[in-house]
């Protein structure tokens, strides 16, 4: 170790010298400390922010299924609706056929008896 190797504020001993290193070496321990007890805080935080990441994921899911059962149950019964009309609308466009039909045989028997009659 050369001259320029020594703290500039020392005398130059060995003492001196190894005293300064050590309180540098304190001094770092310290900061070592306080940067691992600021990333502890930041994991937990980060934990914390996770778990509440997924609450919050579990219940819009649990929301979103809700959601789509109501919107399921409200199809099917529209969907029974109108099987309903639909069924209404098949039965009267069935029975205009069929009531032309009697009408005219009825006719065609009420002119059959005027004029065989």
Same mark, same amino acid.
């Given at each position: 170790m @050369?001259? $320029?190797?020594?703290?500039a504020?020392?005398?130059?001993s060995?003492p001196?010298?190894?005293?300064?290193? #050590? =309180?540098?070496? &304190?001094?770092?321990?310290?900061?070592?400390k306080t940067?691992f007890? #600021? !990333?502890?805080?930041?994991?937990?935080?980060?934990?914390? =922010? &996770?778990?509440? @990441?997924?609450?919050?994921?579990?219940?819009?899911?649990?929301? =979103?299924? $809700? &959601?789509? &059962?109501?919107? $399921?149950v409200?199809?099917a019964?529209?969907?029974?609706t !109108?099987?309903?009309? /639909?069924g209404?609308?098949? #039965?009267?466009? /069935? =029975?205009?056929?069929?009531l032309?039909?009697l009408?005219? /045989?009825a006719l065609?028997?009420?002119?059959k008896?005027?004029?065989?009659?």
């Amino acid at each position: 170790m @050369g001259d $320029n190797d020594k703290p500039a504020t020392q005398g130059g001993s060995w003492p001196e010298w190894a005293r300064h290193v #050590l =309180l540098e070496l &304190n001094r770092h321990d310290e900061e070592f400390k306080t940067l691992f007890a #600021l !990333l502890g805080k930041q994991r937990a935080d980060l934990e914390s =922010l &996770n778990i509440v @990441g997924k609450d919050k994921l579990r219940k819009d899911i649990a929301e =979103l299924r $809700n &959601n789509f &059962n109501t919107l $399921n149950v409200e199809m099917a019964k529209e969907l029974t609706t !109108l099987k309903m009309k /639909a069924g209404v609308w098949g #039965l009267l466009g /069935a =029975l205009i056929p069929l009531l032309i039909a009697l009408a005219t /045989a009825a006719l065609a028997a009420a002119i059959k008896l005027k004029v065989g009659g």
